[in-house]
């Protein structure tokens, strides 16, 4: 039997990876076995698409079947967006879903007691203490809301920032304030690599606990515990400098601060203990169930890419 002389092909565990790279006019190929992005005049720009968590596909890019497969067996998530990532149009999901993952969030999210056990574990982390009790989620939600626009407003004032409340319209991206639009692309960021944490950990995107009955629920729910910490006060302080281009500054300096957080250390682990509080079982895999696109002999440290 030949020996193989390179070693087996394994993904990188999300906290190893570069967070989101965002990708626009350009096609999107395999060419002599690396990814790249080939731009109209022809020139070639190379990705390390396998030590990357997510790609922010805007207008004007293109993508071929065989940069799709290689995307997905390498486990790194497309996301295919508006103009400044201000709106999202469909997704890809690397490797294939866990079925007892998502049993285990579907039951927790059914349960009405379990899921107030999950919302107040959420509560404490994005806000460092303990919830009020006997309050419902509604309630907390609405507990939520206000604190949340208490810290708009506290940020504005500290990076001297004219803040008039959240409002923005997605089908007309030039129409909203500079900071508006800078909070607009630096929460586009930490959805992209929380959806890619949650597609890889084998969690379903739309079953959610605070926030409910849309596509990205329960990013919406995990990105609110990091954004104030991260994406946020970076948005209020770009804003603060009146940029030419506030979107592409805001990008750059979320890069930054994802990497000097080491938030994608953070994500994987937080969903787990975060639906460890609603004290449900988990259910075991089914012995008929999909393996992973790529097996690995030994773990990877965390639960991404369902090992």
């Not at 030949?2 to 060419?31: A, C, F, Q």
Request: aromatic content about 8%.
């Amino acid at each position: 039997m030949t020996v193989p002389i390179l070693p087996p092909l394994k993904p990188l565990p999300i906290k190893d990876r570069i967070s989101v790279v965002y990708i626009e006019k350009g096609n999107l190929d395999v060419i002599d076995g690396s990814f790249v992005v080939v731009d109209k005049t022809g020139v070639r720009t190379h990705i390390p698409i396998g030590t990357v968590a997510c790609l922010m596909l805007e207008p004007g890019t293109r993508v071929s079947h065989s940069a799709v497969v290689l995307a997905a067996r390498v486990g790194c998530l497309l996301v295919w967006i508006g103009e400044a990532g201000v709106r999202l149009y469909a997704a890809g999901q690397p490797g294939g879903a866990r079925s007892d993952r998502l049993l285990y969030q579907a039951k927790l999210a059914l349960d009405d007691s379990a899921r107030l056990k999950v919302v107040r574990k959420m509560y404490a982390l994005r806000f460092k203490e303990e919830p009020p009790e006997r309050r419902s989620v509604e309630q907390l939600r609405g507990i939520e809301g206000v604190r949340v626009r208490k810290t708009y407003q506290l940020l504005a004032q500290q990076y001297g920032v004219e803040w008039k409340n959240r409002n923005y319209d997605h089908t007309e991206w030039e129409s909203g304030d500079v900071p508006n639009r800078c909070l607009s692309s630096a929460t586009a960021c930490i959805y992209g690599i929380c959806e890619a944490a949650i597609l890889a950990a084998g969690y379903a995107p739309a079953v959610g606990f605070i926030h409910t009955g849309k596509p990205q629920s329960f990013v919406y729910d995990i990105a609110d515990i990091f954004k104030f910490d991260t994406v946020v006060p970076v948005a209020f302080r770009i804003a603060g400098k009146n940029p030419r281009n506030p979107e592409r500054e805001v990008r750059l300096a979320c890069r930054d601060a994802f990497r000097q957080s080491h938030i994608l250390d953070k994500i994987i682990p937080t969903i787990e203990e975060v639906l460890a509080a609603g004290e449900v079982e988990r259910p075991k895999a089914h012995e008929e169930a999909v393996e992973m696109a790529i097996p690995n002999k030994e773990g990877l440290g965390d639960a991404g890419y369902r090992n």
